[in-house]
């Protein structure tokens, strides 16, 4: 894991070599993404082999996403001082030591304390990966790196479940762990032949504790609280104490990162409007995603589709995800990529439109030709935001804008699932005021329909506002090239 001595740009690097670095840096991001999802279909299976409830085993999830959401940009600030390659590689090394004692725990307990340590080596991943393969690549083809980034994270989310299920009906819950490791030896090996060193800072450089442990506790604040939030409600307990805690945290990591002579995140990043008004876009585009886990629940119940039939359904959305995304980054770096993106985001909404007008009875085809716009339109939006955010970011703090990236998806799937889920309560309860929400699978078909629609009218409200917001950073940027080209700048 030796770094090459700090550069004043990355050095040239061999198509050949880009290509299987690509795959090495796609291949580390499919593992951590499909342990996203593997673990969720295991959770009945933990609870009856461990002896435990679901007030326990539900941390083996909110453990990894609590780590995940509060490092993120701690590993970020980490990889721009020194060096994104040699954080890269202690990432996947953590994931895998981490894998490999999930796979051997003794108990619940001890599961959620190794998921915790396989989520650091994640995060590490996550907060990086997109950097590297944008300081490797040349602007023009800056777009389909990303797009196969994408589709990466595409595959990860379908290949998650199907292959956890087969995993525990076969070999048991361990290898759905313990089935990283080759692919960790494998990434590690392709990551170290063929990432070049790349830029890192100067030296010198002073780590901003203070700053990133306010951060720290203010994002696991939130985490926390939008997880407790959505199982026990936001009117009550230590759910709205945790959100507020987290504002006041955000605020005052503010005021510390503006008197820090070393801030771990300049506010000075900021001052571009295309690269803020990206990562809101990116937020609300997640936002609308994490409404996807009504769906399972209307297919189950209100169509009598067997769980089976449910997971592929569920397929469609990460699937055109994953066709869509290289193609976007083509024509990103072709085309441009705010009107790609402006593209993607229409495609988004008229899919939220589609699912808001939900009915019984409808066939598997129509269904499929519903919900196959939100997927393909995500993937036509996401690698050409991701170029347009990147590409504004100056290079000494490009592993910290590949960490707002990611932040900015995590806590748009964060928020976007107790936000989904509460809309869908609302309508859900405005169709049936006298059913038992808290037991859905006895609910009224016609309500769980009405809750769904209701879900995704607010999900294309909520997409149109990105669509407004898309169309000024694309005038923004418009009216800056042309002030650049006049002489102006």
């Not at 673990?39 to 999830?61: D, F, K, Q, R």
């Not at 039939?309 to 699937?319: C, H, R, S, T």
């Not at 999900?459 to 149109?464: D, F, H, N, Y």
Request: hydrophobic fraction near 55%; charged fraction near 10%.
């Amino acid at each position: 894991m030796n770094q090459a001595p700090p550069t004043a740009a990355p050095p040239v690097v061999p198509e050949h070599n880009r290509v299987m670095a690509l795959l090495g840096i796609g291949l580390s991001v499919f593992m951590g993404t499909m342990d996203l999802s593997i673990v969720n279909i295991s959770l009945p299976t933990l609870m009856a082999e461990l002896g435990v409830g679901l007030a326990v085993i539900e941390w083996v999830v909110v453990s990894y996403a609590l780590v995940i959401t509060s490092l993120m940009l701690g590993a970020a600030r980490l990889g721009d001082m020194y060096g994104k390659k040699r954080i890269y590689l202690w990432g996947i090394v953590i994931f895998g030591v981490g894998s490999a004692l999930c796979g051997m725990a003794p108990g619940a307990y001890s599961l959620i304390v190794f998921r915790g340590l396989q989520a650091l080596g994640t995060v590490m991943m996550q907060a990086l990966g997109m950097a590297i393969v944008t300081e490797m690549s040349p602007p023009e083809q800056r777009g389909r790196v990303l797009g196969v980034m994408g589709t990466a994270v595409s595959l990860g989310l379908a290949v998650g479940p199907p292959l956890g299920g087969m995993l525990i009906a076969t070999v048991g819950w361990r290898f759905i762990f313990l089935v990283n490791l080759p692919v960790c030896l494998l990434a590690w090996f392709m990551v170290t032949r063929y990432v070049p060193a790349g830029w890192r800072g100067p030296g010198g450089e002073r780590f901003d504790s203070a700053g990133a442990l306010v951060l720290f506790l203010a994002l696991i604040c939130y985490a926390l609280g939008m997880t407790l939030g959505q199982h026990h409600g936001f009117d009550h307990g230590a759910s709205p104490a945790l959100l507020l805690a987290s504002l006041a945290g955000v605020g005052l990591f503010i005021w510390v990162e503006h008197h820090s002579t070393s801030p771990m995140m300049p506010l000075g990043l900021f001052k571009a409007p295309e690269f803020s008004l990206g990562l809101v876009m990116g937020w609300i585009a997640f936002l609308i995603l994490g409404g996807v886990f009504v769906l399972p629940i209307y297919l189950e119940v209100a169509e009598g589709y067997t769980p089976l039939q449910v997971g592929f359904f569920m397929l469609v959305v990460p699937v055109t995800m994953g066709i869509s995304s290289p193609v976007a980054g083509w024509c990103a770096d072709r085309f441009g990529h705010r009107p790609v993106s402006l593209v993607g985001l229409v495609l988004l909404v008229g899919g939220c439109l589609a699912l808001s007008g939900l009915r019984l009875h409808l066939s598997p085809l129509e269904y499929v030709l519903r919900v196959s716009p939100v997927g393909l339109g995500l993937g036509l939006f996401q690698a050409p935001n991701n170029s347009a955010i990147l590409g504004h970011a100056p290079k000494e703090r490009l592993g910290m804008a590949s960490g707002l990236v990611s932040l900015s998806r995590t806590l748009g799937n964060t928020s976007g699932v107790p936000l989904m889920g509460a809309v869908f309560s609302m309508y859900f309860l405005a169709a049936a005021p006298l059913a038992d929400q808290s037991n859905l699978m006895s609910a009224p078909p016609e309500a769980l329909v009405a809750g769904v629609a209701g879900a995704y009218q607010v999900a294309a409200w909520l997409g149109t506002s990105s669509i407004v917001v898309a169309v000024v950073a694309w005038w923004l940027e418009s009216r800056n090239k042309a002030r650049a080209k006049a002489g102006l700048r």
